[in-house]
């Protein structure tokens, strides 16, 4: 069974870092995209970060590249997000996904975690 974990959400101040990680399990976690999405209160879930299997290959938003970098360490079956210079248009619940590809398109990740809160507040 797919089973997707987030953790290391908090409350932090603007312009502070948060490191997000997920573990995953039930799966070839290697053979599989991974992406981190998240949804803030009053608005739909919306697309962060991408990295393809192998891990070579990323993607981010346009409101996050630069400030964010996903990573993946398969061997440890974990997929990453570290966010900096952290804004309150940032605070949301952050999750992770399955990708069925290297995809920013929500439809392309059928399974995901239950998600993290991250509070960007001062």
């Known amino acids: 069974q797919v089973q997707l974990t987030e953790s290391g959400g908090g409350f932090v101040q603007p312009g502070g870092s948060l490191f997000l990680s997920c573990a995953a399990s039930g799966f070839t976690f290697g053979d599989y995209a991974m992406g981190w999405f998240r949804q803030a209160p009053g608005k739909e879930r919306e697309f962060v970060a991408t990295?393809?299997?192998?891990?070579?290959?990323?993607y981010y938003s346009d409101s996050v590249r630069g400030r964010f970098t996903i990573s993946r360490d398969n061997a440890k079956n974990t997929l990453y997000l570290r966010m900096n210079n952290l804004s309150p248009e940032d605070t949301a619940v952050y999750y992770c996904?399955?990708?069925?590809?290297?995809?920013?398109?929500?439809?392309?990740?059928?399974?995901w975690g239950q998600g993290t809160q991250v509070t960007v507040s001062s």
């Open positions: 996904a399955r990708g069925n590809m290297f995809s920013a398109n929500l439809v392309d990740y059928p399974y």
């Open positions: 990295i393809y299997r192998g891990g070579g290959s990323k």
